[in-house]
């Protein structure tokens, strides 16, 4: 008697564990990526052309890294964290594998951009990512009532007191350095020069605190402070300057003095990614130049799809130019890949300017 | 008989089977696991050594325990806003009200619950913020001249914290204070008594189960919140929860993270074994 | 100490109504009680009474007949949509309960379970201002009077039934009410413990000298403490008067029938002479009777007959007896219980069962079921009443 029972509640928990295990039937690629990076339509063209289902997860860099460390790189097929991010996060957690480049179609990507991200995203001598959208991050100013901030230090400025946002993230302090006049990507390798400059930032900051409205966190939250005018200059990203700019043309994106700082969002397979060839798919369907021009109408940034410019909206491509004189083009600077140790740094800095009074 | 009581025992097992494995699976495990993520320190990508630093950490890094002090005491005095509000209240909804319109009322209080944390916060951010509900209707009616931002300070996360604790105050309230027979509130005042005396004397010292009970659960939600100081306190948010979060998810540091949740765990208990203390109130009795 | 003696032994030792009396040798008046609810239910219904200093006064009832109500409102927890309460001679109307010189013992008592046995009965004393150590010397002194000295320090849980009891009684007591109501505080109590309290509480009573009003649903209660009974239908005092009276001079079927155990039977008047009344039950029995209080018949009037098991005379087998109202049964069953054992028969004639005291004599010890008993009552003590319809 006793045991047929015990033996019946172990077919019983068997079963339900078969059941909680069997995969889906169709099959599916799941994507973790950014919010605009993967929109409804091309998820549905891709469907309807592979029979192949998509489900997007939207995150952001630190999301995405934790997400894959806590599953130990599955979960997912495909992520799309920034160039500059993945070596440390392999050498620290070996959550992605190297990308196979003989399955891409190199001929649809900027040839210079996909060096560089090759170059970037080079570890142990294998590469673990390609590119896909790039953009800058900058200042969003309301030229009408912040007129006068035009580098990252003019948020300090009495005359935008109260009226200024910008994120407790590491773009800000490399932001803030450089209008400091530091090189921080040049003391990238020197722990004792980049905790220099940092404590330079720290004290700024700290400074500038009364200044600030909030630190935004979702771009979302931030359109919305500049939109209801809460906010006349923020540290932003380039697409949210110009997506305000569409409603209200004295808002826009401002190329700071000392230079916008340029990111590039990749492809990157997980070490533990079930479905690979879904994930190579996608990333050869979305850099045909039509969709990249699709997925640039909906994340607001240009893609590193060849000739992908040619079908992307004038209103964007004008907002372009305006923000992008060539001569701050030239001065975009570039992230190069995050040494260890370097976000520790960080990391203490801003919990100190966040809890300064 | 002899042949009743193991097919009885086994019976029992199968029943607690699942809260056991819940239990281990859920609550004991994961906290096992972090208690020995807690106690180790990278030395360099990928390895990792045995050390206590992450503790040190919390005690001589000022920043660290002074967020947890402030996380402590706010909790401490939105526990106790709470209470004051949710008394009144919760009396009103067991003792003066009958029938269907009790339900109701007790019902009216349960509906913001409705939706979620995240939509109520929100709410709150329509209504506090420099352009929103609050302060347009103070420019209309003439007693500002300015726009007014609510949000974005120790008061607006309070509002919030208290608001979002309110339910888990007010249904162990009701339920103590609803158990309450009349006829001890009745004797207190035939045998001589006020309104403030009753209340003291009587209604009170046997509502003090609900009272704690609903005290140590909103304080124990207020200091594990995350989402409501986030969003309402802005750039002085400054959470004990939210140093954790960063821990974990910006700054990939997931053994200080663990300490710091460990750490978590033992203080906050510890802050409601002293607050049992000087109420002479027993958990079991409490929670019971 | 305004009374020594005890109702046992003599019931008529207690001032009755005296209308030459003023209101102050009154320790509760009531005049003209109304209390109508808000759905246009009246619970008390014009009730006046006046309890004399010092008794013992029941308020007698079945279930729902408004006696909570009328005792909420002497204690003040309710309004009289109209009428007027006095204390002593001074209207306390719109006096609330925490003002009134009345103290309430509650049907559940009410001991608070958060306080000690001492702090309860101190409960009072403190609302009152009084001095802490006199505080600590009354709690002792009420504690001694009700036979628990040694209980100050319990906690209410580990009190018995009757001593639970005592305390709520001491708690009011210790404040020295002019009144002190009781709402069926035995209620709660098992039968034995009840039998037991129901002396103890008169006992009490005497000792204290206090006013209490007494409210039950329990008729022996009722008999055994009261000075006065005042016996409560629908609202309205029925009869107010000594158990004495009321057993044995019921007012009406109601009282006849709710006061005290009785055998009953439906029927109609045959005739009347001056030896009394013949009538004729429903079932076809032919019995003599009287007329209640305050009744008379026409011949032909539909009326309630009610005879006490205790009247009934037992003869075993076939008998002859004096009484006007003979009845030959067999017996049903043997209901022992000591000296008040009872025997349950059956009438073959009308097929009625009928209850009868058991005799205590050693010549009904063997009794056994289905054996011939002869039955008979007087006249007097065949009680008829008027039914209506
Ligand atoms: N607050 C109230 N509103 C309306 N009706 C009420 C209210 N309180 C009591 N009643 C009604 O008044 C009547 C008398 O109630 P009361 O409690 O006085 O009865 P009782 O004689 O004490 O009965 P019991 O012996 O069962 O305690 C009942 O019919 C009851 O339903
Ligand atoms: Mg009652």
């Known amino acids: 008697m006793k045991k047929t029972m015990t033996k019946t509640a172990l077919c019983a928990l068997a079963a339900s564990l078969t059941f909680a295990a069997l995969p889906a039937q169709a099959e599916t690629l799941r994507i973790l990526t950014w919010g605009g990076y993967a929109p409804d339509n091309v998820v549905e063209m891709f469907e309807q052309q592979t029979g192949i289902d998509v489900e997007v997860t939207k995150s952001n860099n630190e999301g995405m890294i934790s997400k894959l460390r806590a599953t130990r790189g599955g979960g997912f097929d495909l992520v799309q964290p920034s160039q500059d991010r993945i070596v440390s996060a392999q050498a620290d957690f070996n959550i992605y594998k190297p990308i196979d480049l003989s399955k891409i179609d190199a001929s649809q990507m900027i040839g210079s951009m996909l060096d560089a991200t090759k170059k970037s995203t080079t570890f142990e001598g294998a590469v673990y990512g390609v590119p896909h959208v790039w953009g800058t991050s900058g ?44 090189d921080p990507f040049a003391a990238y390798g020197d722990v004792a020069k980049y905790t220099q400059i940092m404590d330079k930032v720290e004290k700024k900051l700290i400074s500038c605190k009364a200044n600030v409205k909030t630190y935004w966190e979702g771009g979302d939250a931030l359109i919305n402070l500049v939109r209801s005018g809460e906010v006349n200059a923020a540290m932003a990203w380039d697409a949210a300057g110009w997506k305000l700019n569409n409603e209200n043309k004295a808002i826009t994106f401002v190329s700071p003095k000392s ?55 004038d209103t964007l491509k004008a907002q372009y130019q305006e923000s992008f004189p060539p001569a701050d083009v030239d001065n975009i600077k570039w992230y190069p890949p995050v040494p260890a140790g370097l976000e520790e740094i960080e990391g203490k800095v801003l919990d100190r300017v966040k809890a300064a009074g | 008989m002899s042949l009743r009581t193991p097919k009885l025992r086994l019976g029992l097992l199968l029943l607690l089977t699942p809260m056991l494995l819940w239990l281990l699976l859920l ?30 950490e919390f005690f001589t890094e000022s920043l660290y325990w002074n967020t947890f002090l402030r996380t402590a005491t706010m909790s401490i005095l939105v526990t106790f806003l709470t209470l004051i509000i949710a008394f009144p209240v919760s009396y009103y909804i067991a003792k003066m009200l009958r029938g269907r319109t009790k339900g109701l009322v007790f019902a009216l209080c349960l509906i ?22 609050v302060s347009s209707s103070l420019q209309w009616l003439g007693l500002t001249d300015g726009p007014i931002e609510f949000l974005y300070n120790d008061a607006a996360i309070i509002v919030g914290l208290v608001y979002t604790s309110m339910l888990f105050m007010v249904v162990p309230l009701t339920t103590t204070l609803d158990s309450l027979d009349d006829s001890y509130i009745e004797a207190g005042y035939d045998l001589g008594g006020n309104g403030f ?5 009587v209604v009170i010292p046997h509502a003090m189960p609900g009272i704690v009970s609903g005290c140590i659960v909103v304080f124990m939600l207020t200091l594990g919140n995350y989402l ?28 200080q993270g663990s300490a710091f949740g460990i750490l978590l765990l033992f203080l906050s208990s510890f802050i409601v074994w002293l607050g049992l203390k000087l109420s002479r109130q027993s958990f079991t009795r409490v929670m019971s | 100490m305004t009374n020594s003696s005890s109702i046992i032994t003599d019931v008529n030792a207690h001032p009755t109504q005296d209308s030459s009396a003023g209101p102050d040798t009154y320790d509760l008046e009531c005049r003209n009680i109304l209390k109508t609810f808000d759905g246009g239910f009246t619970a008390v219904d014009n009730v006046s009474f006046q309890i004399p200093k010092g008794s013992f006064f029941s308020i007698l009832g079945p279930s729902g007949c408004g006696k909570t109500t009328l005792l909420r409102m002497l204690a003040g927890f309710e309004k009289p949509t109209s009428g007027d309460i006095f204390i002593k001679g001074q209207s306390v109307t719109n006096t609330p309960p925490n003002k009134r010189p009345v103290n309430m013992v509650f049907q559940h008592l009410a001991l608070f379970p958060t306080m000690t046995v001492a702090e309860n009965i101190a409960y009072g004393l403190r609302q009152r201002k009084v001095a802490k150590h006199e505080i600590g010397d009354r709690v002792k002194g009420v504690l001694q009077r009700v036979g628990l000295p040694d209980s100050g320090n319990k906690n209410i849980a580990q009190l018995s039934g009757g001593q639970k009891q005592r305390i709520a009684i001491a708690r009011c007591l210790v404040l020295n009410p002019d009144v002190l109501l009781l709402d069926e505080p035995l209620g709660a109590l098992d039968l034995k413990l009840r039998e037991h309290m129901k002396i103890e509480l008169k006992q009490l009573q005497e000792e204290f000298g206090t006013t209490f009003v007494y409210i039950t649903h329990d008729q022996s209660e009722a008999l055994v403490m009261s000075d006065q009974v005042a016996v409560m239908n629908h609202g309205a005092f029925v009869q107010q008067g000594t158990p004495h009276d009321l057993y044995y001079h019921p007012k009406d079927a109601f009282v006849a029938g709710f006061v005290g155990e009785s055998n009953r039977w439906m029927g109609r008047i045959s005739s009347q002479s001056a030896n009394g009344l013949e009538i004729t039950t429903d079932s076809g029995l032919g019995l003599h009777g009287v007329s ?3 009744q008379s018949f026409n011949n032909g009037d539909k009326v309630e007959i009610f005879v006490r098991p205790e009247a009934i005379s037992l003869v075993r087998g076939q008998g002859d007896s004096n009484n006007s109202n003979q009845l030959a049964c067999h017996v049903v069953n043997v209901l022992f219980d000591g000296a008040k054992s009872q025997i349950l028969v059956k009438d073959p004639q009308s097929n009625g069962e009928v209850t009868v005291s058991m005799p205590q004599t050693a010549d009904f010890e063997n009794l056994r079921k289905g054996e011939l008993l002869s039955l008979s009552w007087t006249t007097e003590q065949t009680r008829c009443y008027r039914v209506e319809g």
């Not at chain 2, 939210?242 to 540091?253: A, G, S, V």
């Open chain 1, 139 to 182: 200042l969003v100013v309301n030229r009408d009532k912040a007129g006068s901030v035009k580098d990252y230090t003019d948020l300090c400025n009495a005359d935008v007191a109260g009226k200024v946002s910008y994120r407790l993230k590491r773009p800000t302090l490399i932001g803030f350095a450089f209008a400091m006049g530091e």
């Open chain 2, 228 to 255: 409501t100081p986030a969003l309402l306190g802005g750039k002085d948010s400054l959470w004990f929860t939210e140093q954790i979060f960063t821990q974990f998810i910006t700054r990939f540091n997931w053994e």
């Open chain 2, 112 to 133: 913001p619950f409705w939706v979620s944390e995240l939509v109520r916060t929100y709410g709150w951010m329509i209504l506090l913020r420099e352009t929103g509900v």
């Open chain 2, 197 to 201: 005396t009753v209340m003291r004397e």
């Open chain 2, 27 to 56: 609550i004991i495990l994961p906290h096992v696991n972090m208690a020995i993520i807690s106690l180790s320190e990278r030395v360099s990508a990928g390895e990792y050594a045995f050390s206590l630093s992450n503790y040190a």
């Open chain 3, 292 to 294: 209640g209080e305050n």
């Open chain 1, 259 to 313: 230079g916008a700082l340029g990111w590039i969002d990749t492809f990157a397979i997980p070490r533990k990614a079930d479905n690979e060839a879904a994930a190579y798919q996608w990333i050869n369907f979305v850099m045909q130049p039509k969709i990249a021009a699709m997925i640039t109408e909906a994340a607001g940034n240009f893609t590193a799809s060849q000739g992908a410019d040619a079908y992307v909206n």
